[in-house]
């Protein structure tokens, strides 16, 4: 389990996440939607150990973690594909992802990895040698959720994979997700796209203001209407639970 208690994520004086309390039990698909500027980003970059926490702590199966350096984070099983992607566009596909297997229990498993990623993204299988730049947008998604399924993690983190994609890639993206929860990765999923966020998740997490306003499994959250309404900007009609 993967548990985030009482924490404070500052930016400045001002603190962007506070006294959030999140959980991810081993092999869930856990989401957390809200509206922009709700601290979404900022929390799972600290998940992730790339925002220092004020306050409050972070723990891997009880072991707290809040202090460890980035890179341990990694060790500890932890991986992020960040809004944005990220990736080196000089590089060929097959560069980028192997860089994701930088610790050494998963460089000795790299060819599994890559096989893998191959099967998740069949898009991918013939692009290997050319550069990430010349990929398409969700191709590049797809290259950069593959690195981080090349660290073996048994938590992964996604910021906004949907951004920027076309309906039929989100359903690509979105089916890769299941496929790799359904693996037995744990997944928390920022997402924008809050109909089909819901429909994968097991529990799901409203963030407005770097607060939690409500938890609770898909349908409690879709069955209030002030939750659907003003922080899931989903009216009556697109009830779909």
């Known amino acids: ?4 208690a009482n924490v404070v994520v500052n930016y400045g004086a001002a603190a962007a996440v506070s006294e959030v309390h999140l959980r991810i039990d081993a092999g869930e698909l856990v989401v957390v939607v809200g509206p922009n500027g709700a601290g979404k980003s900022t929390l799972i970059n600290a998940m992730a ?32 594909v960040p809004e944005g992607r990220r990736l080196f566009a000089n ?15 998963a460089r000795r498993m790299r060819a599994d990895s890559l096989r893998r990623v191959r ?7 013939e692009r290997m040698d050319a550069p ?18 090349m660290a073996r993690p048994r938590f992964l983190l996604l910021d906004e994979p949907s951004l920027g994609l076309s309906p039929m890639i989100t359903h690509e993206v979105f089916r890769a997700i299941r496929e790799i929860n359904a693996g037995g990765v744990a997944v928390l999923l920022v997402e924008q796209n809050v109909a089909m966020a819901l429909e994968l998740a097991r529990r799901g997490y409203v963030l407005d203001e770097g607060r939690v ?29």
């Open 91 to 105: 590089l060929t596909v097959r560069e980028n992802l192997e860089l994701g297997s930088y610790r050494a229990e």
């Open 132 to 149: 990430a730049g010349a990929l398409s947008g969700g191709q590049q998604q797809m290259v950069a959720i593959g690195r981080a399924l």
């Open 213 to 241: 306003a409500a938890e609770g499994t898909p349908a409690e959250l879709l069955g209030r209407d002030e939750i659907r309404r003003i922080y899931l900007g989903l009216g009556a009609a697109e009830r779909t639970t």
């Open 49 to 80: 150990g790339l925002h220092a926490v004020a306050s409050g702590h972070l723990a891997v199966d009880g072991q707290d973690i809040t202090r460890d350096p980035p890179h341990r984070f990694c060790d500890r099983g932890i991986a992020i």
């Open 1 to 4: 389990m993967y548990e985030v």
């Open 119 to 125: 099967e998740l993204f069949p898009a991918l299988a």
